[in-house]
């Protein structure tokens, strides 16, 4: 009796871990430009924010692609030594844009894309 309780406790221990093993989602997941998903705020606001930066229009910065990061520090990584930032993790995205010259740029933003880098 008690090896069937053992044996049946056990099952059901390997069958769980088994399930929720299988349903979890990819911790980050890339998206290619020209995809039909509308992109979150915070790529928009990164390509809004490239744009002014360079003097161009915001049509002529296109997304190449996009992902979900988790940065170390409230500079998103990209901190100078001169800047004080808050050494804790930051969920964002990490944005891949470019323009008509060929240029390619990496955008950091966090997750709503209230703080926006431009890696240099």
Do not use: N
């Amino acid at each position: 009796m008690l090896k069937d309780r053992v044996l049946s406790i056990t099952i059901i221990f390997i069958l769980s871990s088994i399930l929720i093993a299988c349903s979890s989602a990819p911790a980050s997941k890339e998206v290619e430009g020209g995809s039909d998903a509308l992109p979150p705020i915070a790529v928009v606001k990164a390509r809004e924010t490239l744009a002014a930066e360079l003097g161009i229009d915001v049509e002529d910065v296109t997304i190449e692609s996009y992902q979900q990061m988790d940065w170390s520090d409230s500079c998103l990584g990209l901190g100078g030594a001169a800047e004080s930032c808050l050494a804790a993790i930051h969920p964002g995205w990490q944005v891949m844009l470019s323009i008509p010259d060929g240029s390619t740029y990496e955008v950091r933003t966090d997750e709503l894309g209230e703080i926006i880098r431009i890696k240099e």
